[in-house]
């Protein structure tokens, strides 16, 4: 864990020492915190059954340029645009730096202070109060400048806590980052996917209108020779406009979906216009790494940030039970104090002070017993977040795996039927043309060769669509190091 580390020394110890001695007898009758403690535990991802729905498969994890996998260059440029220009990004970055600025904020408690004052005052003295004659009745104008220096010696670590806490939270900060970036990633991955979804969609909508159109010029050659009405005639042209309608929706989505895709980039929405028709491919082979539930407590960014935030808190805790005991401030100061400008930068206005100043509550009505449930309140929450954030990561991995493996099956099913239903529709059509079958089942076999290629369709971009969200929900390339260090962190704040 990144945290000041400070020696106790001999001075110290023998400070604590003497102070709990001093105040031993003191501290029986002020403010105390007994009874007071918690009991949330950190789950182990170990502790979860996940063998039979996580098989370990010998893969790897993602890598940081995951998207790189589906063999598309404008994904790539797509992405990188958002990573520059998404103000939710921004957002992101802007809480890392406030939280940056409160740890540097932390330390400063730590170390000695040192300020120089000046003040002129011009002030008229009572006659009848403790200042003596003659400056009794008169008006002086008094000048005063002083260097002074303070340092909280910190015996209990209430200072140094608060440190460690707000260390932790930057790097809390940090892992909402990633978490954010990933987010961002992913949502232009699968928006970007579905754009390629609807290219496909209409390249077998425009097919169908090809297909209509054939129909009727069949069903025009048909009513010349007697065998077809105008009521075949003009289902026939009902067909072809509900057709080309579909082709016209479809555009309207392509063109709604290159909006959504500009807006995560932080983009107006001509940039939209600018994106061409995905060229996606297969991506890798999917398979799962080894020992994936314990090394994903490092990998997946919610995870980390989620175990930071439990280790602020305890340290929080420490803190807040440090306020229970003396509170010891060394001060001195060395200046110039006078009536008057002539004196004031002579050997007599020398000034100077230095002593200890200390602070030990006796009664605070439950404010301190209150302000420390409090924070064990914050961390129980803190503990509960973390688990419910590591099962519901377990799960997205598994049910991510779970869709591809139904979709790799469905597709197998779903080919042949494409290639059946095509064949029918063919078959359909020449028997239509050559006067042996009529118009219904022409339409019929129409409609199922439509189905059957959509549904091909969907079931490829749904895998791919699963894929990203795979990678996703294995933290898509980002590893924290430090989260070892977070995990040596007791699972309760005693």
């Known amino acids: 864990m990144n945290s000041l580390t400070s020696g106790s020394g001999?001075?110290?110890?023998?400070?604590?020492?003497g102070l709990s001695a001093t105040f031993?007898?003191?501290?029986?009758a002020c403010v105390n915190y007994a009874g007071i403690h918690g009991n949330a535990q950190l789950a182990s991802p170990n502790a979860f059954e996940t063998g039979a729905s996580l098989p370990a498969g010998h893969g790897h994890w993602p890598a940081a340029d995951w998207v790189k996998q589906f063999g598309d260059a404008q994904l790539m440029t797509l992405v990188a645009e958002a990573r520059k220009d998404s103000p939710t990004l921004e957002q992101a970055r802007s809480r890392v730096r406030a939280a940056q600025a409160y740890s540097e904020t932390a330390k400063a408690s730590t170390l000695p202070r040192v300020d120089a004052n000046y003040s002129l005052t011009r002030q008229q003295y009572s006659s009848t109060a403790l200042i003596p004659p003659p400056v009794a009745g008169s008006w002086q104008t008094e000048n005063k400048g002083l260097l002074t220096a303070s340092y909280d010696l910190d015996l209990w670590g209430k200072n140094r806590e608060a440190l460690k806490a707000a260390v932790s939270q930057l790097a809390a900060s940090k892992a909402d980052e990633e978490a954010v970036r990933l987010t961002l990633d992913t949502a232009i991955a699968r928006t970007y996917n579905q754009l390629a979804r609807l290219y496909a969609l209409r390249d077998i909508a425009q097919q169908e209108v090809a297909r209509r159109e054939e129909?009727?010029?069949?069903?025009?050659?048909?009513?010349?020779?007697?065998?077809?009405?105008?009521?075949?005639r003009k289902t026939a042209q009902a067909n072809l406009a509900t057709s080309?309608?579909?082709?016209?929706?479809?555009?309207?989505?392509?063109?709604t979906t290159r909006y959504q895709l500009a807006a995560l980039m932080g983009a107006g929405p001509d940039r939209g216009l600018r994106i061409d028709r995905p060229a996606l491919g297969i991506g890798d082979e999917v398979r799962l790494p080894d020992n994936l539930p314990a090394d994903l407590v490092s990998r997946r960014p919610e995870i980390v940030a989620a175990r930071w935030r439990v280790d602020a808190l305890m340290h929080e805790v420490k803190e807040a039970k440090a306020e229970f005991y003396p509170d010891i401030n060394l001060s001195a100061a060395i200046g110039l104090d006078a009536f008057g400008f002539g004196r004031f930068l002579t050997a007599a206005s020398r000034t100077a002070s230095v002593g200890p100043a200390i602070?030990?509550?006796i009664f605070d009505a439950g404010e301190l017993r209150a302000q420390l449930k409090g924070r064990y309140a914050e961390f129980d929450y803190a503990v509960a977040t973390y688990n419910l954030t590591l099962v519901t990561a377990l799960t997205e991995v598994a049910t991510q795996l779970a869709g591809i493996r139904s979709s790799d099956a469905q597709l197998i099913d779903a080919q042949l039927a494409q290639q059946a239903a095509d064949g029918a529709d063919q078959l359909a059509?020449?028997?239509?043309?050559?006067?042996?079958?009529?118009?219904?089942t022409v339409l019929n076999a129409d409609v199922t060769a439509l189905d059957t290629e959509q549904a091909v369709a969907d079931l490829k971009m749904n895998r791919r669509d699963q894929q990203i969200a795979l990678a996703s929900a294995l933290g898509g390339g980002y590893v924290d190091d430090r989260a070892e260090a977070a995990g040596s962190t007791d699972a309760v704040a005693h």
């Open 10 to 17: 001999v001075v110290e110890r023998v400070l604590k020492v």
């Open 24 to 28: 031993a007898a003191s501290l029986c």
């Open 215 to 232: 129909i009727d010029r069949i069903t025009a050659s048909r009513i010349a020779t007697g065998l077809d009405t105008q009521v075949e």
């Open 244 to 255: 080309r309608a579909n082709v016209t929706a479809l555009d309207g989505n392509i063109l």
């Open 359 to 361: 602070h030990l509550p």
């Open 429 to 440: 059509i020449r028997q239509y043309k050559a006067g042996l079958t009529n118009q219904l």
